[in-house]
């Protein structure tokens, strides 16, 4: 069973650091790009991070760029999202899905699961 499952969410104060971790399982990482995205309440997902499967390249949104570093382990077949300087609107759900790379930007494809909650308090 093909599937992607987020962690590493939780409660944080403004200026500080989480990691979150996107495991797969079913497929190896090898084969898609992986984009992290977020919904914050009563707002429409965002796009934020995306990491190419064939160099590394990363990809992020101005919302992020500068706090938050996309990056991979093939050996555990992860992907994780490292967010510093953590501010109150970066609170969300976060996901991972497969994505493709498109030009200079990427696009995000198929659904996603459960997320993992971040709070960020002022």
């Known amino acids: 069973q093909v599937q992607l499952v987020e962690s590493g969410g939780g409660l944080v104060q403004s200026g500080g650091s989480l990691r979150l971790s996107c495991a797969a399982s079913?497929?190896?990482?090898?084969?898609?790009?992986i984009e992290w995205l977020r919904q914050a309440p009563g707002k429409e997902h965002e796009a934020i991070s995306c990491i190419s499967n064939k160099d590394g390249s990363t990809y992020y949104a101005d919302s992020v760029k500068g706090r938050f570093t996309i990056s991979r382990d093939k050996a555990k077949n992860t992907v994780y999202l490292q967010m510093n300087s953590l501010k109150p609107e970066d609170t969300a759900v976060y996901y991972c899905?497969?994505?493709?790379?498109?030009?200079?930007?990427?696009?995000?494809?198929?659904?996603w699961g459960q997320g993992t909650q971040v709070t960020v308090s002022s």
């Open positions: 079913g497929f190896t990482l090898d084969y898609y790009a």
């Open positions: 899905r497969p994505a493709l790379i498109v030009g200079s930007s990427w696009e995000g494809f198929g659904s």
